[in-house]
């Protein structure tokens, strides 16, 4: 939750002291039903009713964590990696470097296993996690570690230990008993056998097949396991053609398969699709001087406290971050610039920024684009790279031979990034060209149509990017 003004960070921090008192409360008696006479078990029980009074004195998390931690000490259950994510990702075998005394013991005789944080998106925090007598009893942040440093936040340091021993947790499928569907309706969620809900699911999956795969649509999400049924993959066919899909959706035989991690991700599947290549590149914060953030969070608002430390060193260093987003998110709130804008529209916001810096500013990297891009590769008329006959190799036009030539030749002088020619009877054109004349109608008059973002502001927005290149 963002709280972004002190007024409704004291409401929030009140609701939660009194969610914090009825949940100390809840707990100790869920875990009296649960560990039944165990001393232990009480003791903790009790540990949980003390610390509940002091949590309006001391820090709400600290109780909280300390609290269940202390409990889980003395309920003694063997976990599962099945639930939860963080020892279920500690990998025993592959050792290295600093990483060769994992396992190391305390002088209490407690286990530390070294492991990774998967409780977030972000998922780039190492742990150390506690074991006692096979049950896990605390988890912190790796100091060795390179991202988070020794920190964590609350769901890795706390929210997933529960996950492992909580009497309530899923530990057999569901089958739901109420066919109708609503907000205010209740699914009638039942446990059946794992024989029976995979005979279920089988029988279902048969029949579509059997009817007709299309009728099957596969949705990667975080569940799956990405080796063996999830993940966009390339598997080359029979005729020696690569169909898209899943190990899962292609066995299948449907071509309904959507790349992401749910609904709110479209991003995966549609970059990818068109530019060969996820969105997921984060800017390198330690060196950058200047970051135009388009809806897209940075680290505080994931709240991984590696990134969220990043992103804090690099505004204290003097990094201007330049937010487009219609909310006032936590990176705006620390932003050089917030510029908010019309949903869905960011696209137009970028296009007019291409159209400033290669019409009005004329500034780039020209050599970088000339020898590090497919800019220069001369297109021909259909779309595609012009190819030599010979070689089937690309081509470019070379401007001090006024020559075409094989884009692999040392001999080039200069490559144009510019013009039309003509090559074996047929014209051509250099990449770059035509996404220069491609930018041409995108004017920032015309952004600020669509988006509502003034164009002096994407002239401004542009001209400092280049100029912080």
């Given at each position: 939750m963002a709280c972004h003004t002190p007024l409704t960070r004291a409401r929030y921090l009140f609701r939660m002291k009194e969610l914090f008192e009825e949940y100390f409360e809840d707990i100790a008696q869920d875990y009296i039903k649960s560990c039944g006479e165990d001393?232990?078990?009480a003791q903790g029980v009790l540990l949980l009713k003390e610390n509940r009074k002091k949590a309006g004195q001391r820090g709400l998390k600290e109780i909280h964590y300390k609290s269940v931690c202390r409990v889980m000490e003395n309920v003694k259950r063997p976990y599962s990696s099945?639930?939860?994510g963080n020892p279920g990702s500690i990998d025993r075998s592959k050792t290295g470097g600093r990483m060769k005394n994992r396992n190391r013991q305390d002088s209490g005789g407690d286990q530390w296993l070294k492991g990774w944080c998967a409780m977030c998106l972000q998922n780039d925090c190492g742990i150390l996690v506690r074991v006692r007598d096979g049950v896990v009893v605390e988890i912190k942040g790796d100091p060795e570690c390179p991202s988070n440093k020794g920190k964590l936040c609350g769901r890795g340091a706390l929210a997933c230990i529960?996950?492992?021993?909580?009497?309530?947790?899923?530990?057999?499928?569901l089958k739901r008993t109420n066919p109708n569907k609503g907000l205010d309706e209740d699914p009638g969620w039942v446990e059946i056998g794992w024989d029976e809900a995979l005979d279920l699911v089988g029988s279902r999956l048969r029949g579509i097949r059997k009817e007709d795969p299309r009728k099957l649509v596969f949705m990667e999400g975080w569940g799956t396991a990405p080796g063996r049924f999830g993940r966009e993959v390339w598997l080359m066919?029979?005729?020696?053609?690569?169909?898209?899909?899943?190990?899962?959706?292609?066995?299948?035989?449907?071509p309904n398969c959507v790349g992401s991690h749910g609904p709110m991700c479209a991003i995966h599947y549609s970059s990818n699709l068109v530019h060969g290549v996820y969105p997921e590149q984060i800017a390198d914060l330690q060196y950058c001087k200047y970051l135009v953030a388009p809806g897209r969070t940075v680290g505080p608002n994931s709240a991984a406290t590696g990134a969220t430390k990043r992103f804090l060193d690099a505004i204290d260093r003097g990094m201007k971050l330049v937010v487009i987003d219609p909310r006032c998110s936590v990176e705006a709130s620390k932003a050089y610039r917030w510029i908010p804008i019309r949903p869905g529209t960011e696209l137009a916001f970028a296009l007019s920024m291409v159209h400033v810096i290669?019409?009005?500013?004329?500034?780039?990297?020209?050599?970088f684009v000339k020898n590090r891009t497919n800019g220069p590769y001369l297109i021909a008329e259909d779309g595609l790279y012009y190819r030599d006959p010979d070689t089937s190799k690309p081509m470019m036009w070379d401007a001090v031979a006024n020559k075409a030539k094989l884009f692999c030749d040392e001999d080039?002088?200069?490559?144009?990034?510019?013009g039309e020619f003509v090559v074996n009877g047929q014209k051509v054109r250099p990449a770059f060209f035509i996404i220069k004349e491609e930018m041409r109608p995108y004017t920032p008059e015309w952004a600020e149509k669509i988006s509502t973002v003034p164009a002096e502001i994407i002239r401004t927005v542009s001209r400092e990017f280049v100029e912080n290149a």
């Open positions: 001393p232990c078990a099945r639930f939860g529960p996950g492992f021993y909580s009497p309530f947790r899923i530990r057999k499928p066919q029979p005729d020696g053609h690569n169909k898209y899909g899943s190990p899962f959706s292609l066995a299948s035989g449907t290669l019409y009005e500013l004329k500034e780039f990297d020209e050599w080039i002088a200069d490559p144009s990034l510019e």
